[in-house]
Every structure is written in structure tokens, then in C-alpha cells.
């Protein structure tokens, strides 16, 4: 009884939408004639699937992200842990300053955030691509070979606050008499960090990660407000921009829900691998 708000809250928002898309992706429009009579909606089986298994520019557009999460995430997840241990330290001052300093960014809305770093990206407006061009750097953050890692940039300003404060709070629940333990046995500020400090904290890093690899495959509004800005961008740079092309500008609701059933199970998937890898790596930290 109690769990029942919870029940009819999974069902109307997770259950549902996606026995929906399931069932979407089962179905095509079929036209006739001259396209004078309305489509139909017809049974397809796993032709959806199929297509979108062999379209390279939803392959394609999956190797970008996993290359992005290769790379961005161990970085805002390191910037993340250093600024909580900076915050964390004994010495440390301002600490409600700091705190609410690096977790502003989150607050701003992606839309937002992507239309600042956009004008600081433009070859136009942009001050730092002006001083970059004075000193002989000449620079285009929206360039072919850029514009995934000035993306990355804006998604690490963004979410490193977030993590440093998932983070920061794991570290406020170690006891302080280990701290006393590792002073008395002779322990630095820097040895107490990584041999105290991480090891604990290493289940918050763990599902900083999960739910970092999880936005990575789920990567959408940074490069949807910027693709107008570039012809670097095209309309299946990520695989939920190929799903929403597929479903809504080529009004093929099908293949757009069997590319979501598709990336949803590959999300699960890396998502309980990079869980299993961070307990393993976890649980094999503590035993040292």
C-alpha cells in the first residue's frame, strides 16, 4: 500500500513510455498510390531494427560518444575529485564560498550554458579567439576536428560541480577519528587523501561514473544548440540526435523508437559493466 504513489508513478513514467516505444518500433507507416490516401500503420516485425543495425551515421554517431566519454569523463570526474579534497582539506577556507562557486554551473539551464560558451566559440564575437588570432593562434572552436571537445567542455562546466558535491558529502561521512589514527601514525595532508580519503569515497566516484557514461550516451542538447552555428554538426552527430531526426524531421516514428530501444539497451549494458569494472576496482583498493 505504501508503495503504491511510487507504483503508479514508475508505471505513467517509465513503464509505459517505454513499452510504448517498443511497441512503435514493431510498427511502420506504410504509404500507397500516389500518396493521395492516408498511410497505414502496419506490422513491421524487427525491420526497424534492422536498419538501423546497418545505418553507418547512427554507428558513427555512437563511436563519437564513446569517444567523448572516454575522455571527458575521467577528466570531470578528476577535477571533480581534486576540488572536493581541496574543499575538504583542514587548511581549506571559504569553504560555503567555494562550494556554491563550483556548483553554479549546474544551475544554469544546458540551453543556457551552451548559448554562453557559444558566443565565446563564434569567430565573430568570440574575445578569446580574437587574442588567440593576435598571437598568431589562429583558432576554430567549431571546427570539424574541435567541435566535439568544445562540447565537452561545456558538459565538463557544467556537471563537475554536481560530481565535486556527490563527492564532497561521501567525504563528510568519514569519521574523523581516522584522520586522528593517520596523523598520530604520521600521515600527511597528501598521503591521508589517497590512502584514506579515496578509498572511501569510492563508491560516490562509482556512481559519479555510472551516471556520467549515462549522460554521455544520452548526449543531446549541447549539440543540438549548436549545430546552427556550424555545418560540423550534422543531424545524427549523437545517436539521440540520429532518434530525434529519424522520428520527428523524417516522420518515421519507428526506426526513431527502435534507435531509442537500441540505445537504451546498450546504456544498460555499459552501464552495468562500468559497475561491475567499479566494484571490482573497489573492492581490490580495500583489500590492499
Known amino acids: 500500500m505504501f508503495l503504491a504513489p511510487f507504483g503508479v508513478l514508475f508505471a505513467a513514467m517509465y513503464a509505459v513510455p517505454v513499452g510504448y516505444a517498443i511497441v512503435e518500433s514493431l510498427h ?12 497505414k500503420r502496419v506490422y513491421a516485425g524487427f525491420e526497424n531494427y534492422t ?6 551515421a547512427l554507428w558513427h554517431g555512437v563511436g563519437r560518444v564513446l569517444l567523448f566519454g572516454a575522455i571527458q569523463v575521467p577528466v570531470m570526474l578528476g577535477l571533480a575529485l581534486v576540488l572536493a579534497l581541496l574543499l575538504d582539506a583542514k587548511s581549506a577556507r571559504l569553504k560555503g564560498f567555494f562550494r556554491t562557486a563550483y556548483f553554479l554551473p549546474y544551475a544554469i539551464p544546458g540551453v543556457v550554458a551552451t548559448i554562453l560558451w557559444a ?10 579567439v580574437s587574442m588567440l588570432d593576435a598571437v598568431g593562434l589562429p ?21 563537475t560541480g554536481y560530481n565535486m558535491l556527490v563527492i564532497y558529502s561521501a567525504l563528510q561521512a568519514i569519521p574523523q577519528e581516522l584522520y586522528e589514527a593517520a596523523e598520530l601514525d604520521g600521515c600527511g595532508p597528501w598521503r591521508t587523501a589517497w590512502r584514506i580519503k579515496v578509498p572511501l569515497v569510492a563508491p560516490a566516484i562509482a556512481l559519479t561514473t555510472v551516471f556520467s ?16 552555428l556550424t555545418s560540423s554538426l550534422d543531424a545524427d552527430y549523437t545517436p539521440i540526435m540520429s532518434a530525434y531526426h529519424k522520428a520527428v524531421e523524417n516522420n518515421d516514428y519507428g526506426q526513431g523508437a527502435a534507435v531509442s530501444v537500441l540505445l537504451a539497451l546498450g546504456t544498460c549494458v555499459l552501464s552495468f559493466a562500468v559497475l561491475k569494472i567499479s566494484a571490482r576496482l573497489t573492492n581490490g583498493r580495500s583489500s590492499l
Open 213 to 228: 557514461v549515462i549522460g554521455t550516451l544520452q548526449l543531446y542538447t549541447e549539440p543540438r544548440v549548436l549545430r546552427p
Open 119 to 128: 558566443f565565446l566559440y563564434m569567430p565573430r564575437s568570440s574575445p578569446v
Open 139 to 159: 583558432s576554430d572552436f567549431l571546427g570539424e576536428d574541435a567541435v566535439l571537445w568544445s562540447i565537452a567542455n561545456v558538459v565538463t562546466w557544467t556537471w
Open 28 to 39: 511502420k507507416m506504410q504509404r500507397s498510390g500516389l500518396g493521395l490516401t492516408p498511410p
Open 51 to 56: 536498419k538501423a543495425l546497418h545505418d553507418d
